[in-house]
């Protein structure tokens, strides 16, 4: 039996010991808590990363979905002027305080399904000022709210109507950027990840590497979306600019696998788009016997509406032939890895972060096998120590 103490609100919000429940008690016999949570029946696990969302937009896609249920592909969509460009369009109406109420409810409905640190993107404004707008949501849930957010500017998810990739490339290198530097350096935002769509008709090969190497140059981590549709040799770029993480990787190449696996460049796989797209699925199994870093995102986008990362998990271990233990870890310790954090989140030890959540059954693979079933399994949400959300119904009710 293992205790587990983690520092309440006056400290640093980082585990203080890990260990035998006496062992615990002993060591910290004269301290007083806050608050005690008995665990007794129950699991204790790390708090669940979620390595890839888009969650900051307006105006909805429920449409679309219908049109993909009759047969058309993402591209055709794409290319009818749906897809991202229709969200670009409500997103340019939005107010900063119209996206924020939405985006805060989203991040309240991801930490409901367990998930304590979250990478959020920008990529639906396409122009600067809608870009910033974007990422100014972000900030202002980084500092008001009790969820581990990693940012990321993604100005590169599609080309802008008008211009070619080549004009959408030089605007984002001599534009973009720099304004993201300056307000970086004034601490009026703090974007941690560059991303680029790199796709057949989007952002080809050597405009992804400009981007991404200028992005890298101000000090942001490259992190990109490649070889989802097509082979396009993304992970072999990203292998060789020293990304630390890809996203997608359907239609990756053989040569990719084992350059990314050399690089220690992590593969972010997002199992519901393959699912709602009907894609193929990434090759999970050959990434991990190569020794791919291998780590999960939800996705969470127009397109793919999951917020759920047990969702996400147990789609990776039945149509990705993952072990529950495997999507485990990466929906924790890789995850973070991904989004540059595993030296404080990810894992229960001491001196990392103290999220953690609390599962209403003894055995922690019910997360997994219960498909949609985290409303009534996940007990307790735990960021920095303290409880963000408590389950009622887990007082009441049988998880089973």
């Known amino acids: 039996i293992l205790g587990v103490i983690c520092a309440i609100s006056e400290n640093d919000g980082c585990i203080k010991a890990v260990g035998r429940a006496d062992v615990i008690r002993n060591q910290f016999s004269g301290a007083t808590f806050e608050k005690v949570i008995d665990c007794s029946g129950k699991c204790v696990l790390p708090g669940l990363v979620d390595a890839h969302t888009?969650?900051?937009?307006?105006?909805?896609?429920?449409?679309?979905?219908?049109?993909?249920?009759a047969g058309a592909s993402y591209m055709e969509i794409h290319q009818a002027g749906g897809g991202i460009h229709f969200t670009v369009e409500h997103t340019r109406k939005a107010t900063e305080e119209e996206l924020f109420n939405t985006f805060k409810h989203r991040l309240e409905r991801m930490r409901r399904a367990g998930s304590t640190l979250v990478e959020c993107k920008s990529g639906y404004g396409l122009n600067l000022e809608t870009e910033l707008k974007m990422l100014r949501v972000i900030e202002r849930a980084k500092q008001s709210m009790d969820i581990?957010?990693?940012?990321?500017?993604?100005?590169a998810h599609s080309v802008p109507k008008g211009k070619t990739a080549t004009e959408a490339t030089d605007d984002i290198i001599n534009n973009h950027l720099p304004k993201l530097k300056e307000l970086q350096l004034s601490g009026e935002i703090h974007v941690?990840?560059?991303?680029?769509?790199?796709?057949?008709?989007v952002f080809d090969l050597e405009s992804t590497r400009r981007i991404l190497q200028a992005g890298k140059d101000i000090g942001l981590q490259i992190n990109f979306h490649g070889d989802e549709l097509h082979p396009m040799k993304s992970a072999e770029l990203g292998a060789e600019l020293g990304a630390r993480a890809i996203s997608h990787l359907e239609e990756v190449s053989d040569e990719g696998i084992t350059a990314m696996a050399r690089a220690k460049c992590a593969a972010v796989l997002l199992p519901t788009t393959a699912y709602m797209l009907r894609l193929k699925q990434p090759q999970a199994r050959k990434m991990l016997e190569e020794g791919v870093i291998v780590a999960l995102g939800s996705d969470f986008n127009p397109n793919a509406y999951c917020f759920s990362m047990p969702m996400v998990m147990h789609l990776a271990c039945v149509n990705m032939k993952m072990s529950m233990n495997e999507a485990l870890v990466a929906a924790t310790i890789n995850a973070a890895y991904a989004l540059g954090k595993s030296d404080t989140h990810g894992s229960i030890e001491a001196g990392k972060q103290g999220d953690l959540i609390i599962i209403n059954s003894p055995r922690w693979e019910h997360l997994i096998y219960q498909f949609g079933g985290h409303e009534a399994l996940i007990n307790y949400v735990i960021v920095k120590g303290k409880v963000i959300y408590q389950n009622e119904m887990c007082g009441t009710m049988s998880s089973y």
């Open 54 to 69: 888009h969650p900051v937009w307006a105006g909805d896609r429920v449409h679309e979905f219908a049109m993909k249920l």
């Open 192 to 201: 941690n990840n560059i991303d680029v769509f790199c796709e057949k008709g």
């Open 148 to 155: 581990g957010i990693s940012s990321t500017y993604c100005g």
